[in-house]
């Protein structure tokens, strides 16, 4: 594997173990709908569950079609920015 790719590997591994971290400490330590203020008047960190994808499509959506489209939008996204990158860097 060339360094440019370790070094996103190792980026794009810390992102998610730290966005999943903090999803569980916000799980374990906050009541659902609790907002703590960040920055007084301006940011809140406030919890809620979101079902669906970004902005809450698919939220009302039955979850046996929800996540199977969910999981293969992300993969052919994935498979498009690897090929794309792969080609652009020829």
């Known amino acids: 594997m060339s360094g440019k790719w370790q070094s996103i590997s190792g980026w ?8 999943q971290l903090t999803k569980l400490i916000v ?7 609790q907002s703590i203020p960040i920055i007084d008047g301006l940011f809140n960190l406030t919890y809620v569950r ?30 498009f920015i690897v090929s794309f990158t792969e080609t652009a860097g020829e």
């Open 50 to 79: 979101n079902t669906g994808a970004a902005f809450g499509i698919f939220a009302g959506s039955a979850e046996i079609f929800r996540r199977p489209f969910l999981i293969s939008v992300s993969i052919l996204a994935s498979a």
């Open 27 to 33: 799980d374990r330590t906050m009541a659902l709908h």
């Open 12 to 19: 794009l591994t810390a992102i998610v173990v730290l966005d």
